[in-house]
């Protein structure tokens, strides 16, 4: 494929990805901080995001399978999943955190399992897609082009 | 004559340090980023390191950024340093305890490049503050031979400004 047709699908794919609410101001905010001396910072973030978060999933899963749930260290691990979605403009797990924290408020561990598997497809989903628009970026890039900005 | 000023951010999450690093790094700061509490305050106890601001979290396991600002305030030698609070919960009564206890400021995170740039007013303030203090250590001196009228003063303040 050749540059312009490639700069195109990424200008569309990014342009869905905040339509459809996957991804909110805060992550054009990083990609502002992105420049030539720091020209991977997003991939970086990002890359933070999805190790931190894969360690949370996996902490509320084994917090939740306990025979005693200890409903205020899910709160604690949602509480850090809530603020390093929102840091990354990861929009839709973002608002996963607030009825699950009710949950935990309620210390119903059935409602709870439910938010979690929910959480879990919202972040599946966004590392699909940000995955995807990273490899959009190094195909453009390997065929010699810039990444676009948008607006 | 830029002197770059030393900012201390201190976050226990890594993604918000790596955030703050690099909000704080361009509007060019030189900036330490640590993950406790605990490593602030050793951090700080080596004097000869300079911190000009401190920047915390305030959510942190062990020490909270409020129990951080209280030992800061606390400290004869930390004391006139100023220090911001963040925090991902906007809690009116978090924030009063905070800026009660002597924080310049509360920035809700996620911090945005337009907070960082609220800091600059309190570097300079606090700079000026301390040269003043400088200015007035050397007035009082046991030195009997030099005589402090206002020039001398003025000239003293102006060239500690200038070094």
Redesign the interface.
């Known amino acids: 494929m050749e540059v312009g047709q490639l700069q195109r699908s990424f200008v569309e794919y990014m342009a869905s990805l905040f339509r459809e609410g996957f991804l909110d101001a805060?992550f054009s905010?990083?990609q502002?901080?992105q420049d030539d001396s720091?020209p991977d910072?997003v991939v970086?973030?990002v890359s933070?995001?999805f190790e931190?978060s894969e360690r949370l999933l996996n902490d509320l899963t084994m917090a939740l399978d306990q025979p005693n749930v200890d409903f205020k260290q899910v709160d604690a691990h949602v509480?850090?999943l809530?603020?390093?979605s929102?840091?990354?403009g990861a929009q839709r797990v973002k608002n996963c955190c607030a009825p699950f924290r009710n949950c935990c408020e309620e210390q119903n561990t059935e409602t709870c399992l439910r938010c979690l598997q929910q959480i879990k497809q919202e972040y599946l989903l966004v590392k699909n897609k940000l995955q995807t628009l990273f490899e959009l970026e190094q195909q453009i890039v390997a065929a010699g082009g810039a990444i676009p900005m948008l607006q | 004559m830029d002197t770059q000023f030393h900012v201390l951010a201190v976050d226990d999450s890594i993604i918000d340090r790596k955030l703050i690093e690099r909000l704080l790094k361009t509007s060019s700061y030189q900036v330490t980023v640590v993950d406790s509490g605990s490593k602030a305050l050793e951090f700080l106890e080596v004097r000869e390191v300079g911190v000009n601001l401190i920047i915390t979290d305030y959510s942190m396991p062990e020490m909270t950024g409020y129990d951080l600002l209280r030992k800061i305030k606390g400290s004869s030698y930390l004391k006139d340093i100023p220090v911001i609070i963040m925090s991902s919960e906007n809690v009116p009564s978090r924030i009063n305890r905070c800026l009660e206890e002597g924080a310049e400021e509360f920035f809700l995170k996620p911090v945005q490049q337009s907070d960082v740039n609220r800091i600059k007013p309190h570097l300079m303030r606090e700079k000026l503050n301390s040269l003043k203090r400088k200015a007035m250590v050397e007035c009082i001196s046991p030195d009997k031979t030099r005589k402090y009228s206002n020039n001398n003063l003025c000239s003293i303040f102006l060239q500690n400004i200038c070094e």
């Open positions: 805060q905010q990083l502002q901080l720091n910072f970086e973030v933070l995001f931190d509480h850090q809530k603020g390093s929102s840091s990354v």
